[in-house]
């Protein structure tokens, strides 16, 4: 904070859950959320509701009071419902002697947010702006000790429900090319809940969802899979899974499959996809930029004959629909997509304790495409990878 | 929008998970988010990631275009990764003719959202800020079809988890006062494998988690159970789900009851709140103030000898750590806590369409609490109790 000249850190919000910012100073999930004071160089004060000190004792911040203990409710009184919660950030950053520059963080909603920066600034805080990356984008992206045992514990839990799921397809018997499950013709919905009953037995959630996607539709790298749609043999099926443990951490797999054997147009996409993932995962570590790793994946998707992103940056072509039309990869944490980035826009080196995804993909409308992603930690010499899972790309 | 001197609003984000707002106006989840724009009695305009683009086109807004089409690799050129966003704000709201009040909306990090505000002000953007109840709030408070429709999925489902799970609980072997799961002493951990696989067959997630509290814990209303504790015979147990559906809207739901046959002190406060209950369900209706509904909840608990927070708000006590100790019930729907809240701070008027939890709760500390609740839809006439699961105290 001395550094960038912040005296004073204040990250709020009504709830830890989607705020990680939040989560991550507090340590802990808060349904009601709170606010957290950082004066540079003191020890840190969070102020909760009064059903979540609890809670809140057992995260990070040592020093844990209620909006009551703070007299949140005279406030009330006397400046009304709107203008309370500014007085009380008034008081405290001037119990804690903070006059100069303030950083308020936590996701909150703009509109209020706007109050909130107005009414302060009125008041006579100093509220300053971070360009990205932020303090806490920045502290985030480095992975500590204890958060890189969530992750791991993620990792193997994902790695274990892809390996179950896939376990199960392969067991389930076929009639004239389609899948049959309970006596019926499987579909996405039906292998959906196959995926959410594993996910349920490893105690993660999946808020944003699972991908399941076969043929034409696994050309379209965010088409989740159409619930109706049959799971047939030798189709293209895309199973991106990006679960959520209990304290907050995320994880993000993808495996591409068919089911039986695959023609030979889906086994090239499979090797390139295969060789880019390699190779990346090879020279990654502490030092590497993200371009870099972004620029040796285009190379070997394009030996294969494809295009890639680069053509875009390289003012070749304004956007491309076929080919690795995606970056590389992005770290994962606290929330599923983060700092740092594998892409042609990040030129700075990456770091020991980064966790990112490392996942190419080659796309063909109308046919399908293929996309294969692990999580992996950056250290000093390498990269750990994260994902247990086998990759298998034909399922007999 | 006009009535309130708004000539643009622009709802923004990286992703619509946890930012109920821009979900709303968008009417899917969109992973990579996007920038809303309505100018007053115009048509809206979405602009989305083109990974994004296809999902966002089966949602509400007609006019869907990606970054790409509105030029944002050029200004990232001229203007850096930085201040190519608010540029593209400028563009777009120039391109629309909006000169006037504006107002940014959508949960987002507040220290790149003072950036952003500053910036665009300094571009000479008249943003402004509203004061709670925000346009969207009003919006999203009173339910359309299609969202009761959601609303009330999610809730048969939800009720039919929490039948299905008391049924497996009456089902399970007791031995010396303990119940047994696998051949082992249940804990709240196994039970809530019981819950989470239950949600995850109904297509629910719960990314809040459950609360399963035994004993003294479930006099904390946010204890959501310790893992390790054991399930017996005659203790409390605080059973408080709140799933949430792929749609993005949720439901609340809580039972109490105890394994076997209850003491006496455990059957007055079950009585007491279940009065509290449902004397609220049977007023509950259109033009009502949330007050009203909050005062004749803490009559009915007051009447069985138990403090409320009326203390506090009469100024009697600074606060009550036993007794009814929180607020009648809150809204629900694309989050789990919103407008209209039915406590002492809120003397307007219930409306049509409003759906609100009624979960009144009474806490004795060291010994344990009891709160039943429902979620409903508030009508013209009564409301509609949109919960469907039995309210058994004793299961034998």
């Known amino acids: ?5 912040i005296q004073g850190l204040v990250v709020l919000g009504d709830t830890t859950l989607g705020n990680p910012d939040l989560t991550y100073v507090v340590g802990r999930n808060l349904a009601r959320g709170g606010i957290y004071f950082k004066r540079a160089a003191c020890k840190p004060l969070l102020i909760t ?10 995260g990070r911040v040592e020093n844990v009071r209620t909006f009551t203990d703070l007299g949140f409710e005279k406030l009330l009184v006397e400046h009304g419902q709107t203008e309370a919660y500014p007085r009380l950030i008034l008081e405290v950053l001037t119990q804690l002697g903070v006059a100069g520059k303030v950083i308020l963080a936590g996701r909150n909603d703009l509109a209020w947010g706007t109050y909130l920066l107005d009414k302060l600034r009125s008041l006579g805080v100093r509220i300053s702006c971070e360009s990205s990356p932020t303090i806490l984008e920045v502290a985030r992206a480095t992975k500590s000790v204890s958060e890189l045992h969530d992750i791991r514990g993620v990792g193997s839990k994902t790695s274990k429900v892809v390996s179950k799921v896939l376990d199960e397809l392969k067991a389930l018997k076929r009639r004239r090319g389609h899948l049959m499950l309970g006596g019926r013709v499987a579909t996405i919905k039906s292998v959906k809940r196959l995926i959410s009953t594993q996910l ?6 999946a808020p944003e969802g699972t991908i399941f996607a076969i043929g034409p539709s696994s050309a379209d790298p965010h088409n989740s899979g159409i619930p109706g749609a049959e799971i047939r043999e030798r189709k293209l099926i895309v199973f991106d899974i990006f679960p959520q443990c209990e304290s907050g951490y995320w994880f993000d797999l993808t495996r591409t499959f068919v089911i039986g054997r695959a023609d030979k147009r889906a086994k090239v996409l499979f090797d390139a996809v295969q060789d880019a993932q390699d190779s990346a995962i090879a020279i990654l570590k502490n030092g590497l930029s993200g371009q870099s790793a972004m620029a040796l994946a285009c190379d070997v ?7 890639t992103v680069r053509d875009v940056y390289a003012g070749k072509a304004r956007e491309i629909s076929s080919g690795f039309i995606h970056s590389l990869g992005h770290g994962v944490g606290l929330t599923i997509g983060e700092r740092p980035y594998l892409s042609f826009q990040n030129q700075d080196p990456l770091k020991t304790g980064n966790v990112v995804t490392v996942e190419p993909g080659v796309y063909l409308p109308k046919f399908g495409g293929v996309r294969i992603e692990d999580t992996v930690h950056i250290t000093g010499r390498a990269c750990e990878n994260l994902s247990k899972a086998r990759k ?3 399922l007999n």
């Not at 998707?301 to 295009?307: D, L, T, V």
């Open 1 to 5: 904070m001395e550094r960038r000249g």
């Open 49 to 58: 509701s009064i059903l979540d000190v609890l809670t809140a004792r057992g």
């Open 200 to 205: 349920a037995i490893e105690g993660l959630t």
């Open 301 to 307: 998707i394009e030996k294969y004959g494809f295009r």
């Open 392 to 394: 298998e790309f034909e």
